[in-house]
């Protein structure tokens, strides 16, 4: 099996726990509605997969990878509501369609973004006949970590500060490690804990290629910002510029941009040496994350 399949499977697996956990009744429909519609809205759903992929190649089973799944994609659905905000980044586009102020309108969309956020928290923490309490404890302290000042939101608020600015090569890696990295680095760890494993060689491996693969993930958009199109990206091209942000190609060029992301391509299947074939598919994603058009 190739990983298109295979995507196409986790993206519909995961999707259909979020449609469930958003299956009940509310006083406000229109919340509701602008949660799915942050959710729903064609999403590569990359982070899932990691786990899904993580938790097979450890022997764990995928329904005990399914509360990770679902709620990774909530806190990174309730981060790009948040961040297309006018008071963010200001994007009117995601994904091909008005972003979630635009669709609804600007309260909506914080608010939405917030119920997204606590909607994670819930899913993890649900009575669960396939996860440990020990386990879902540790998984409520992987992404709360990943998500708040230890890591996503910290890269936002360092990414805001700094724009128009110069940074540094290590300055830039550690923005990006936060705000792009962190979440995908806790897909990894979020699917070793659901198959039973939270430390070890294959752990620390598994580690590795997470942060190689987040990183890589971030200066593959930087370069998409540049050499994409809006339609293909789904989302406005040259806004990184424009609103100059500090970026991999403004930084090391086009060239050394490229050059970063082959070290980080190949830094993250030498990770995955200690593993034998069935580490395959990790592979193919990380070849799927470093050459992809959107």
């Given at each position: 099996?190739?990983?298109?399949?295979?995507?196409?499977?986790?993206?519909?697996?995961?999707?259909h726990?979020?449609?469930?956990?958003?299956?009940?009744?509310?006083?406000?429909?229109?919340?509701?509605?602008?949660?799915?519609?942050?959710?729903?809205?064609?999403?590569?759903?990359?982070?899932?997969?990691?786990?899904y992929?993580t938790?097979?190649?450890?022997?764990g089973?995928l329904?005990?990878?399914?509360?990770?799944?679902?709620?990774?994609?909530?806190?990174?659905?309730?981060?790009?509501?948040?961040?297309?905000?006018?008071?963010?980044?200001?994007?009117?586009?995601?994904?091909?369609k008005?972003?979630c102020?635009?669709?609804?309108?600007?309260?909506?969309?914080?608010?939405?973004?917030?119920a997204?956020?606590?909607?994670a928290?819930?899913?993890l923490?649900?009575?669960?006949?396939?996860?440990?309490?020990?386990?879902?404890?540790?998984?409520?302290q992987?992404?709360?970590?990943?998500?708040?000042?230890?890591?996503?939101?910290?890269?936002?608020a360092?990414?805001?500060?700094?724009?128009?600015?110069?940074?540094?090569?290590?300055?830039?890696?550690?923005?990006?490690?936060h705000?792009?990295?962190?979440?995908?680095?806790?897909?990894?760890?979020?699917?070793?804990?659901?198959?039973?494993?939270?430390?070890?060689?294959?752990?620390?491996a598994?580690?590795?290629?997470?942060?190689?693969?987040?990183?890589?993930?971030q200066?593959?958009?930087?370069?998409?910002?540049?050499?994409?199109?809006?339609e293909?990206?789904?989302k406005?091209?040259?806004?990184?510029?424009?609103?100059e942000?500090?970026?991999y190609p403004?930084?090391?060029g086009?060239?050394?941009?490229?050059?970063?992301?082959?070290q980080?391509?190949?830094?993250?299947?030498?990770?995955?040496?200690?593993?034998?074939?069935?580490?395959?598919?990790?592979?193919?994603?990380?070849?799927?994350?470093?050459?992809?058009?959107?």
């Open positions: 099996m190739s990983l298109k399949p295979l995507l196409n499977t986790y993206r519909q697996r995961v999707e726990q979020l449609d469930l956990y958003l299956g009940h009744s509310s006083i406000e429909p229109r919340l509701q509605e602008a949660m799915r519609y942050g959710l729903f809205n064609g999403g590569k759903r990359v982070r899932p997969a990691l786990v992929l938790n097979q190649l450890l022997d089973q329904t005990s990878a399914d509360p990770a799944a679902a709620a990774l994609e909530a806190i990174h659905s309730y981060s790009l509501v948040h961040d297309d905000l006018p008071a963010m980044d200001d994007d009117e586009l995601r994904r091909g008005p972003t102020h635009i669709a609804f309108d600007e309260a909506t969309a914080i608010l939405a973004g917030d997204l956020q606590c909607l928290f819930e899913i923490s649900a009575e669960s006949e396939q996860l440990s309490a020990p386990q879902q404890l540790k998984m409520v992987i992404l709360s970590r990943a998500a708040g000042d230890r890591g996503m939101v910290t890269g936002q360092f990414d805001l500060a700094h724009v128009g600015q110069s940074l540094t090569l290590e300055q830039l890696q550690q923005m990006h490690n705000k792009t990295g962190a979440l995908l680095t806790a897909a990894v760890r979020l699917g070793a804990v659901s198959a039973g494993i939270s430390s070890g060689e294959q752990h620390d598994l580690i590795c290629y997470g942060d190689a693969i987040g990183l890589a993930f200066v593959k958009d930087d370069l998409l910002d540049i050499e994409g199109d809006t293909t990206l789904g406005p091209q040259g806004s990184d510029e424009e609103q942000k500090p970026t403004a930084l090391l086009l060239e050394g941009a490229r050059h970063k992301l082959d980080l391509h190949q830094q993250a299947i030498k990770a995955l040496n200690c593993f034998d074939d069935r580490a395959e598919p990790l592979i193919w994603l990380a070849d799927y994350i470093v050459h992809r058009d959107h």
